[in-house]
T-cell receptor, first 115, second 110 residues
């Protein structure tokens, strides 16, 4: 069974450009999460989808970040325009039921570098 | 104060050693507790959930003290392959959001 896949694995862009990250969750998982780790900090929650609906986007840093999950399948996270402080590793995770204590399966992440 | 505090290490131990990691969390409403393992440049992977009664999985033992808001992980008979960063993770109160510690790095030497 395929795990959570993320694309691209690395992205290097200049400040002011736009970048779109993609996540394909495990098939059948209704819950999809985005987390990120910026340099020197701990991994932090960004948002949570249940199917195509945003359940919680309280962790999104600002309105330069836009996440979508069309049709409740894959998700995209767009950063426009990118700033230097957006550099970090963006992880996607999925789970089946979304309950407290449920195991999350993480993708291998997208390393974003904004120059 | 961080929501989940861990000693960053690194802990440098010989093969076969026993090593213990601790973590404290600030939200007394947290209900779920985990240890994740993260290898260099890889994604976090669930090592084990942590229960109030304590639980063991092979060489790994996890303990939870809700009164002190303290979680521990004990690794016995360390292997070279145990070298990684160990992340203490709790849920955000009654929600599904996970709060991660910064991680404790373990290096097991031959």
């Amino acid at each position: 069974e395929a795990g959570v896949t993320q694309f691209p694995s690395h992205s290097v862009i200049e400040k002011g450009q736009t970048v779109t990250l993609r996540c394909d969750p495990i098939s059948g998982h209704d819950n999809l999460y985005w987390y990120r780790r910026v340099m020197g900090k701990e991994i932090k929650f960004l948002l949570h989808f249940v199917k195509e609906s945003k359940q919680d986007e309280s962790g999104m840093p600002n309105n330069r970040f836009l996440a979508e999950r069309t049709g409740g399948t894959y998700s995209t996270l767009k950063v426009q325009p990118a700033e230097l402080e957006d550099s970090g590793v963006y992880f996607c995770a999925s789970s089946q039921d979304g309950g407290v204590g449920e195991k999350l399966f993480f993708g291998s992440g997208t390393q974003l570098s904004v120059l | 104060r961080k929501e989940v505090e861990q000693d960053p290490g690194p802990f440098n131990v010989p093969e076969g050693a026993t090593v213990a990691f601790n973590c404290t969390y600030s939200n007394s409403a947290s209900q779920s507790f985990f240890w994740y393992r993260q290898d260099c440049r890889k994604e976090p992977k669930l090592l084990m959930s942590v229960y109030s009664s304590g639980n063991e999985d092979g060489r790994f033992t996890a303990q939870l003290n809700r009164a002190s808001q303290y979680i521990s992980l004990l690794i016995r008979d360390s292997k070279l392959s145990d070298s990684a960063t160990y992340l203490c993770v709790v849920n955000d109160g009654s929600s599904y959001k996970l709060i991660f510690g910064s991680g404790t790095r373990l290096l097991v030497r031959p």
